[in-house]
């Protein structure tokens, strides 16, 4: 997976740079700069960025079940 494929997923999902950058332990300048390509991050790197991405998705799924169940329309909503 590469730097793009990431930026992809996480907008796709939703999921603001910062909100990954405070999982991973990155600054939001090199993530950007490994979305963009201009520098080329390790698989570990890559890695670490897709998990956050992952646990973040994970995390919105249950609090919109949670919603749910609580009776809370989340339509219009961002989580």
């Known amino acids: 997976m590469t730097g793009a494929d990431l930026k992809t997923k996480r907008s796709a999902a939703g999921i603001p740079g910062y909100a ?14 490994v979305e963009r390509g201009y520098v080329t991050a390790s698989p570990e790197e890559l890695h670490r960025i897709d998990c956050a991405i992952e646990q973040i998705l994970q995390t919105k799924q249950l609090l919109a079940a949670l919603a749910n169940d609580a009776g809370l329309n989340l339509t219009g909503i961002r989580i």
């Open 20 to 33: 990954v950058c405070q999982v991973v332990g990155m600054s939001r300048a090199k993530l950007s700069d």
